[in-house]
């Protein structure tokens, strides 16, 4: 029997962290408590954000070591990159909506500037959802950056723009843990201070070599 390729092994592991957040969903909620327009619109928007977290993750580690992962596995893999991105933003752009869509079942309220200028609500709260309305302004920056990177005034610097998907990840894991509860909950808890782990790794190796480049440029 011959031994499954390593593009299969990196999808079958890629694959396993997307049960995650459906995996925690499923165990915090009882059977049948789902039972209302508004708890339905809760759930997706819960499924939303956690699969958004594990995805952006995996988005960082493909584009930090690229290079190697291209090496190992094959040119497929940055197809896969871009073709994930893509699905990433679907995704980055359905969750906010459902949070107006709740706004909609519960006050009867439609206004779209609620996406950056959130409504009246606990003062703590406000500034653990502040923390995830960032992260939707980087990550819009950041893709419209990869975009019109072929053109003049980006070729260049659309890379070094880039580095915005960091800070957004940064400001995604301080908005999933604070609010709600399902980022304390296992496994996606695991999952989270792993990848936390793994990405601060990743921001410090970019560090290193952007301050031993500088170095030797000086020397």
Known sequence: MPLPSKKSIFLYIWFITLLIAPLTILRVTSPGSIDTG???????????GLTVFILLF???ILGSFMPTLTDKLGGWIFKFHTAQGIYIYGLILIHPLTYLLLNIQKYGIFNPF???FPMAMDSNELIWIS???????LLNLSVITAYFRTKTFLRNKWRALHVLNYVAFIAMAIHTYFVG???????FSYFYWISISIVGFAILRRIYIKLNFFHKELA
């Open 38 to 48: 508004i708890l339905i619109t809760n759930f997706f928007q819960r499924l939303t």
């Open 58 to 60: 995996w988005q960082l």
């Open 114 to 116: 609620n996406l950056f």
């Open 131 to 137: 923390f995830g309305r960032f992260a939707f302004i």
């Open 181 to 187: 509860t399902d980022s304390w909950e296992p496994p």
